[in-house]
Every structure is written in C-alpha cells, then in structure tokens.
C-alpha cells in the first residue's frame, strides 16, 4: 500500500502539490491523468524518492521513503521517468539486467538470467536483446526501459508516461503487459497517462489531478464523466459507452 | 559486431609488440641477446628502458580512465581532464608546494596536486551540470575557458616567483626524464585503474543519470565523490612525474564505446589497454622521427589525437 499525506512540493516559488492525501492500495493499475502541470510527474518523483519531500509524509508498503535506505526501497518500487535519454550505448539485454543490480549489486546468477530472459520475452525484446540502445528507434528503446524496471522484480512499477512515442500498435501492448504484470505478477502498477481512453480500458482506478490537487479518484465509470472531465482539462467533452467501458471523445 | 573480436586481438598484440619494441629504442645500443651476458646493458635496461615503459603504459591507462570517468560524471563524451581544468588545477597545485615548500618530495607534491585537483574539477562538475544540456559542446568549450584561465594564473604566479621553467616540465608531459626511482608512484595509477574496474557497473548505471541511479538504489552522490577523486589523482600524478598529455582521456573513451559499447565490466579492461597502446604508440613515433633527439610525446598526440579525434565526430554524423 502506498500512503500519502499532507504532501506539498513547491519549487522556485510555483506551487506544485497542494496538500496531496491519497491511499493506493497493492495490486491493480492506478492512472494518473490530468493536464501538462498537474503535478502528476512530481507526484510520481516524491513517491520514488527522486526528489526531496517538503511536507507531508510518504509511505510504500510501510517505508517511509524519505528515511528508508535508498537501496532497500529500489527492492520494492520501480520507477521510470519520462524520458530517461540514457546516452550509454548499451545493449538491450544489459539494459533490462541493470534491473537486477539493487539485488545483487552487481552479480548476475543463474536466476537473475532467467528473470533477464523472461522480461525480453514479456516485452517482445528477444528479437533486438543483442542491438545496441542507439541503434533502436524511439518506440523500442522505450520499451527497454519498461522492461527493465520489470526486471527490478519490485511490488511496485511507477512509470511516467511510457506511451511516449509508442505507436498505437505498441502503445496497445504495453497496456496489456503492464495489465498483465498486475494480473499475473501481483505487480502494483502506478502510471501517468495522457491517453484518458487507455486509462479507461486498462485501469483498475483512474486519479485525476489538476493545478497540484487531486480532483477525483476512483473506478473509470466514476471518473470519467462528462462532468468530472470538463472540471479537470477545462473543456466539455462527450463520454459514450462502448461495451462497459466509458471512451471519451476527447479530440472532437 | 565482426570487427571486435580482431579489434580486441588488435590491441592486445599491439601492447604486446609496442611494449617490446620500446625497450629497443634509445640512443645507445642494446641488442635484447646481450642483457643476459652484458652487466652494462642489464642496467640500461632496468634503469632506463624498462622504467620508462612501464611508466608510459601507465599513464596511457590512467589517463584512459580518468576521461572516461570525467566524461561520465559530467554526462559529456567531449571532456577530458587534462584540458578542461583538472589538469591545470593539478599544476597549480604542485606550483603551491613548490614555493611554499621548496624541499617537498614528490609524493607531497603530487598529494598537494591531487587536492588542489578535486578542488578545481568539482567546480568545473558544478558549473557543467548547471548548464543547458541541450547544448552539449557547450561543455566542452566551457572546460577549455575554464582551464585556460587556471592555467594563465599557474604562469602568472610562476613568472612572478622566476618557476616558468618548472612550470614547462609540467605543461609538456614527455618520458625522456623517466628513470628507475623517479616513476614508481607511477604504479598508484593501477591501483586507480583497478578499482574503477572494481566498480565498473556503478559506474555504468551512474552514466544512465541521477534518476536511473536513484532508482536502483545506487548512491549517486557517493559514486560521484569516488569518480572525482580518481580523475584529480590520476591527473595529478601524471602531471607531477610526467606533464600534461592531451587527447588520450578524449579519444580513447570514444574509440571503446563505439566497438564494444558503454557496459565496463567487459569495455573498461579495453579502455585501459587502448590508452595504453595509443601513449605506447605516440611515445614510439615521437622517439623515432628525429632519431636521436626526441620530439615530446604531447605533442605527437596533438597531431595524432585530433585525427583520432575527427574521425571519431565524422564517424558520428555518417551513423546518425
């Protein structure tokens, strides 16, 4: 479980969390959506420790991640930037093996291998494990990224937009790999998304956040409405019903 | 990749070959059959031939490191710290020694050196990482003011205590000086060269960024400290026993990662070993072209290192 309390971020003099409450409990995947500067990034940064907490207090799975051994919590949680832009030529399968290294610092066993080799297979690297990062295209690297932080084997994968410059194709199963983690690794998945009509599909709990609050939370139905949405990114938008699951016609 | 395992066989037999080679060149004779018989040339060998390749080998490898180290911490493939300020800081360094203690050994000198170093490299860190990194040879050009304006205060100051001369020997790195007594602490660059392998994939990950670092639970900062210890003790050393030599830590890095990549635990051994035969090489050439007198190596690795160095950014843009 992820616990949040009382969280405020304020950097070179701009608000960017506002008193954040928020309770995440383990399993499933969580969106996080909003408009550009809601907060979201930041949010994902203070959660995984990348950035100093002001106010408030953070928890995952009881450590507070403010105090709790940088090492000990890169066993429980995961995250991924956005746009990481690792400049080190390294190929994909060394990559996805650094994700081992908060276990083994450094070692690589029989069973890490096989991890290795069972997150190329998951993300449909086999084919690229021995081309270098540089070499691949946008898409690809990035799905090297997401997998090696699956790799890394924690509860928790915190990722920050990993639909950027995927295509739809990709896009599409990355989805259903992080779906996958959740349903078939009890991983807890913790994701920014802009794409609202994936969020919908493949998200267990969907939380809105807008100017560094969080504005709704809860199951997809509930946070996508017409209402909730039009408070959230600013505009009215139709939502309309396509086999159970809402689809926000966000574009018209 | 086809071209490794012959790249690899390349520099092996090469340090093999320049190594032995080496031994052989010098101003008097000395026919390698006669060591066993001849008590003279025995001594030519273990007081001077030997002393200065050995000392040239390390150097090459530990200058390798140190840029492939500097080049990591500051994100930046075109730094390295002979021209962008550590190196001068180094000479300012031993500069202070000198005139405040004019007796000091070498170690002392070289420990002042390495202080004076950290002081001047982790200013340059600060300020690289501060700006746009969007324009990446800003970075580069940056560390070229910055070490020019340390090295005009090392003049300066020289002038004004009548040291310029000193001040030549440690500008212009060159091995001609180098005898059995006067390099030993020469071998502390292994030690340097040993324990960045040691901590070879910490040092990859910290080459992914602070983020990625942070995310695996390694301590960035921690690796950062380490890493600028080695390149200011490493840069130090070469330029109190032998002077500043450009290009090896600029070239050698880039000529590794593009054949084998950007993962140490296999590349780094290679970094090393290539630096090695490049420095081997220059110092080789630089003995050979005006036979008997010698031209200093720095400057066969001026010629040699840029057109290393260009072919390595045309080599770039064609693959992009």
């Known amino acids: 479980m992820i616990e949040i309390n009382n969280v405020s971020l304020r950097l070179g003099g701009t608000q960017i969390l506002e008193d954040v409450s928020l309770t995440m409990p383990k399993g499933g995947v969580t969106a996080l959506v909003g408009p550009n500067g809601a907060g979201k990034s930041s949010l994902l940064s203070l959660i995984a420790r990348l950035q100093p907490l002001q106010t408030g207090s953070i928890s995952v799975d009881g450590l507070p991640v403010d105090t709790t051994p940088s090492r000990r919590l890169a066993k429980t949680l995961a995250i991924l930037r956005q746009d990481p832009a690792v400049a080190s030529r390294l190929k994909v399968r060394e990559l996805v093996g650094f994700g081992r290294f908060p276990h083994q610092r450094g070692r690589i066993d029989a069973n890490d291998l096989l991890l290795i080799e069972a997150a190329l297979q998951q993300f449909g690297l086999m084919d690229l494990a021995d081309r270098f990062l540089d070499n691949l295209s946008g898409g690809q690297r990035q799905r090297a990224m997401v997998a090696m932080a699956f790799c890394q084997g924690t509860d928790y994968m915190l990722l920050d937009e990993p639909l950027n410059n995927l295509d739809m194709l990709f896009a599409r199963q990355l989805m259903r790999d992080l779906r996958a983690a959740a349903d078939n690794d009890r991983r807890t998945v913790i994701v920014v998304l802009h794409d609202i009509n994936h969020a919908a599909v493949y998200a267990d709990r969907i939380v809105a956040m807008k100017s560094g609050r969080v504005v709704a939370d809860g199951p997809p139905a509930e946070v996508l409405r017409p209402d909730v949405l039009a408070q959230v990114f600013g505009y009215d938008m139709d939502v309309i019903d396509v086999g159970g699951a809402p689809l926000v016609l966000h574009h018209r | ?320």
């Open chain 2, 1 to 320: 990749m086809a071209v490794l395992p012959n790249a690899r066989l390349l520099v092996g037999a090469g340090l093999f070959g320049l190594f032995a080679i080496s031994l052989c060149i010098g101003v008097d004779d000395l026919p390698m059959g006669s060591v066993f018989t001849d008590a003279g040339a025995l001594q030519l060998l273990l007081v001077s031939r030997l002393p200065r390749t050995v000392a040239v080998v390390l150097t090459g490898a530990g200058l390798a490191i140190a840029g492939l180290v500097l080049q990591i911490l500051v994100r930046n493939r075109f730094v390295e710290p002979i021209t962008t300020g550590t190196g001068q800081s180094a000479a300012l360094g031993v500069l202070a020694v000198t005139l405040l203690f004019p007796t000091a050994s070498i170690a002392m000198k070289t420990l002042g050196a390495s202080l004076t170093a950290l002081a001047g490299t982790s200013v340059f860190l600060t300020i690289a990482h501060r700006l746009p990194p969007t324009q990446p040879f800003l970075i580069p050009l940056f560390g070229l003011v910055y070490g020019g304006v340390i090295g005009a205060a090392v003049t300066f100051i020289a002038w004004q205590a009548d040291l310029l001369q000193y001040v030549d020997i440690w500008t212009n790195g060159e091995f001609s000086g180098v005898l059995r007594g006067r390099y030993e602490l020469l071998w502390i660059l292994a030690a340097m060269v040993a324990l960045a392998w040691w901590v070879a994939d910490r040092l990859t990950i910290a080459s992914m960024g602070r983020e990625v670092s942070l995310g695996l639970g390694l301590n960035y900062q921690r690796i950062v400290q380490l890493g600028l210890v080695m390149v200011a003790v490493i840069s130090s050393l070469a330029v109190v026993v032998v002077g500043m030599i450009p290009f090896v830590g600029l070239v050698v890095p880039n000529l590794v990662s593009r054949l084998m990549g950007d993962n140490l635990k296999s590349a780094l051994p290679w970094v090393a070993m290539t630096g090695a035969v490049l420095l081997l090489a220059c110092d080789i050439i630089g003995r050979l072209i005006r036979y008997p007198y010698e031209i200093p190596v720095g400057t066969v690795l001026g010629v040699v290192g840029s057109g290393l160095f260009l072919w390595i950014l045309f080599g770039r843009t064609q693959r992009a």
